[in-house]
């Protein structure tokens, strides 16, 4: 069981950046599928950007792609989103979630991922 450990949230600014952080607490890290939902309330959960830990290949979701970059210390264990351009509507919690598997179709298939973080809520004001 991988237990994931997300920070980094808070409230900013319409046009403003924020970077999340995902400690993973796992021997087996290194052969995860690793990605970034939100979720707002009154609204689905949705898949914001992936990475496949074994080789470093990242995918992104629709609702944030040009504005977020995903990326990881191995050395860490950590996976990062890092969120630029950042709207009003993009305020959600957002959650850390690790699956043992190669990260396709991730973006539909959120019951693939066996563990899931607390969340850390990102407001954005305007």
């Known amino acids: 069981q991988v237990q994931l450990l997300e920070s980094g949230g808070g409230s900013v600014q319409a046009g403003g950046s924020l970077r999340l952080s995902c400690k993973a607490s796992a021997y087996t890290y290194g052969r995860n599928c690793v990605a970034w939902f939100r979720q707002a309330p009154g609204k689905e959960r949705e898949g914001v950007a992936s990475i496949y830990t074994g080789t470093g290949l990242t995918s992104y979701g629709d609702s944030m792609k040009g504005r977020v970059t995903i990326s990881q210390d191995t050395a860490k264990n950590t996976v990062y989103l890092q969120m630029d351009s950042l709207k009003p509507e993009d305020t959600a919690m957002y959650y850390c979630?690790?699956?043992?598997?190669?990260?396709?179709?991730?973006?539909?298939?959120?019951?693939?991922?066996?563990?899931w973080g607390q969340g850390t809520q990102v407001a954005v004001s305007s």
């Open positions: 979630a690790a699956g043992d598997f190669s990260c396709g179709g991730w973006h539909d298939a959120p019951q693939r991922f066996n563990d």
